[in-house]
């Protein structure tokens, strides 16, 4: 089987196709014939040998699984051969890379892909859905009638957790600096729109929440500008980040007794284990997405799994609108 | 009646008895005579002039409240006339200080005093025991089977957590610096104590955890060594702060997905609220008091209103060992 493998981390340009041998699922695990994927930053950071998680070369990257069950591993029951899929694997960390035609994952990961959704839209999901869920969901215990903020409404995050907030029953504002970006916000169920550059955070909170400030906060655009969504926050309310390394001044959470919840989706695979509440995630995002109220948006551009490099030089590029997603089946539809 | 006033910020001398007039209860107040009050560390610092929220001059400080109730507002029915009652009021902000013979606070502070503690044990409970109440319960959901982690086991809010801890079901640890303080932490109930200058965070981390990680770390020192207690959480794990203001690397946090949850228990209070919740807790308290599964230490030495700056030089020295109550009353038991 093909495969997408870098053997020096660096520029996009490192990765070179491969013929490999499939592997056999252990007993835990399925192989997954794949039809689509995507890339998400962290595949970027790995790539360019940010994070000191970074497996050893040659690996195969990417996390997002989407496809077609292929082999069964004994104890597995909830999956049978010809089933169709979608997880969040972790090519990042050296287990289970999605780059490639055929991939083996822990069954527990998995889920029965959204019925009424595209491949491509499927791929698009999982570590986005996952990472938003956590965040708002078991992290920040949004419930209905919450006042939440979403900073990066239009990103890869961002989108997909304005959705779950609405699912939630949350009232739910949200920045993004372009018109295109506020198109997206709006499509996605969003409540109010902010234009961060025109708006000081001061005044949104002001005018959305009565000044009382927002019960949750969180930050799906990864900046280090903490201190605004501090500020945003109401006493006692709580603030999430995506961010992955950044010093901050924690004094303003201490006057309003905030809580911070920094989210890596990853955190548990990198100590080895396998958490399994991904699969039920994963299931329940299912059932919303079949009930028209979680859907992805994708980048206009397509590329194939010879293209990941330029699938990647798209995401780094800053210009594209929605996920950016890598087919591997030939002939999907856009959807 | 008598007041201790501050008319300058300062040294512990800036105390001056006064006499003035008592207040009357407005409609959701009760007005307390007072029996004993007791130092917190947010006293020293509004004394000094520290924080940005320290109320215009001249005015009674003081936090604890434990006393009988004298005058009761129209609105009032959980309290009557001649009811032993204590709480948490918000001398510091300029709104009921307890640094006097009566005190006027709103009644949804207030609980009923635990029966079978002495009033000067009850003085001593109110600020320490909602801001543990706050971290622990509230906050980082403490449950049973959870392995917790105290620093500070032996201070005004540690020795309390470790009971609350205990008392949630929890597993508890504790660090501490000396003998004295080690008894202190065995005495309310810590399961394991931690010399912490003589044993890295790792090596106890293993040895009590199995490498894991606690589910729960709180730092009720108030050190602005958080890097240790991410460094001793689990992965997604709760940590719980009291530190006023500091910057830290969040790094950490961000690999191990962790929960920073700063506690001020003042924080609604210091924007207009009155949080009936803190009399909801200190009527949780009460029942685990006479359960004698909550009880504080006091400190050795004595004081009364006239001393409430050698109160102050006490508790600053870094020497008292268990909570600084200043008598009110005349002829108080011990306890």
């Known amino acids: 089987m093909k495969v997408q493998q870098i053997h020096e981390f660096g520029a996009p340009d490192v990765f070179k196709i491969a013929e490999v041998e499939k592997s056999e699922p252990g007993s835990d695990q399925i192989r997954v014939r794949q039809m689509a994927t995507s890339v998400n930053p962290v595949d970027i950071k790995i790539r360019q040998m940010g994070p000191s998680f970074a497996p050893a070369l040659p690996p195969v990257l990417g996390c997002d699984v989407a496809g077609v069950v292929d082999a069964v591993g004994k104890n597995v029951s909830r999956f049978r051969t010809g089933d169709e899929v979608y997880g969040c694997a972790a090519g990042v960390i050296g287990r289970g890379g999605s780059y490639g035609e055929y991939v083996v994952v822990d069954a527990e990961l998995m889920a029965n892909k959204p019925r009424t959704?595209?491949?491509?839209?499927?791929?698009?999901?999982?570590?986005?859905?996952?990472?938003?869920?956590?965040?708002?969901?078991?992290?920040?215990?949004?419930?209905?009638?919450?006042?939440?903020?979403?900073?990066?409404?239009?990103?890869?995050?961002?989108?997909?957790?304005?959705?779950?907030a609405k699912a939630q029953g949350a009232y739910v504002a949200t920045t993004v600096s372009t018109d295109e970006?506020?198109?997206?916000?709006?499509?996605?169920?969003?409540?109010?729109?902010?234009?961060?550059?025109?708006?000081?955070?001061?005044?949104?909170?002001?005018r959305l929440t009565d000044g009382r400030g927002f019960d949750v906060v969180f930050d799906a655009a990864g900046g280090s500008d903490i201190a605004k969504s501090f500020e945003a926050a109401r006493v006692r309310g709580q603030v999430a980040t995506i961010t992955t390394a950044f010093t901050a001044d924690l004094s303003p959470m201490h006057g309003k007794s905030l809580t911070l919840n920094a989210v890596l989706m990853l955190a548990t695979m990198l100590r080895g284990a396998s958490?399994?509440?991904?699969?039920?995630?994963?299931?329940?995002?299912?059932?919303?997405?079949?009930a028209k109220r979680l859907k992805p948006v994708l980048d206009e551009q397509r590329f194939g799994l010879s293209d990941v490099g330029?699938?990647?030089?798209?995401?780094?590029?800053?210009?594209?609108?929605?996920?950016?997603?890598v087919d591997i089946a030939d002939g999907l539809d856009n959807a």
Chains 1, 2 share one sequence.
Do not use: F, M
Request: glycine share 10%.
């Open 275 to 290: 958490p399994e509440h991904n699969g039920e995630i994963l299931t329940k995002a299912a059932v919303l997405a079949d």
């Open 310 to 325: 330029a699938a990647h030089t798209r995401l780094e590029s800053g210009n594209a609108v929605g996920k950016v997603v």
């Open 181 to 206: 970006k506020a198109e997206i916000a709006r499509r996605c169920g969003a409540d109010e729109i902010i234009r961060y550059r025109d708006e000081l955070v001061a005044d949104y909170v002001k």
């Open 117 to 164: 959704l595209g491949w491509r839209e499927t791929a698009a999901l999982p570590l986005v859905t996952i990472t938003a869920w956590e965040a708002l969901v078991d992290r920040c215990h949004v419930k209905p009638g919450d006042h939440v903020l979403i900073h990066g409404g239009a990103g890869g995050v961002g989108h997909i957790a304005i959705q779950i």
